[in-house]
Nanobody, 123 residues
Framework: QVHLVESGGGVVQPGGSLRLSCAASGSIFRIDVMGWYRQAPGKQRELVATITSGGAPNYADSSVKGRFTISRVNAKNTVYLQMNSLKPEDTADYSC????????????????WGQGTQVTVSS
């Protein structure tokens, strides 16, 4: 099996920064795209950003462009989300996602999710 564990959430004032991490572990043959999603109270989960295995980022939410940076270290099976200039509207539960091919099923990758980490932006 594969497990994703996020860390780095917390409470920060507007304008502050946080860095989220998500580490994948388990029977990992290959990790393809990795991404960050968020879900604010009363809202649907939305895609924030993704990054390919080659390191190409894509920011799905225009409101985070220029403020958030997604990156990954393949040797550590870890994806990061550096969040700067945080705003109250960034408050949400942030989850990471990874498309993983396992040793038991290397030809058919599947999506795995972390448990989420809460980010609260408040003065």
């Amino acid at each position: 099996q594969v497990h994703l564990v996020e860390s780095g959430g917390g409470v920060v004032q507007p304008g502050g920064s946080l860095r989220l991490s998500c580490a994948a572990s388990g029977s990992i043959f290959r990790i393809d795209v990795m991404g960050w999603y968020r879900q604010a109270p009363g809202k649907q989960r939305e895609l924030v950003a993704t990054i390919t295995s080659g390191g190409a980022p894509n920011y799905a939410d225009s409101s985070v462009k220029g403020r958030f940076t997604i990156s990954r270290v393949n040797a550590k099976n870890t994806v990061y989300l550096q969040m700067n200039s945080l705003k109250p509207e960034d408050t949400a539960d942030y989850s990471c996602n990874a498309r993983v091919a396992t040793y038991s099923n290397p030809k058919y990758p599947a999506d795995y999710w972390g448990q989420g980490t809460q980010v609260t932006v408040s003065s």
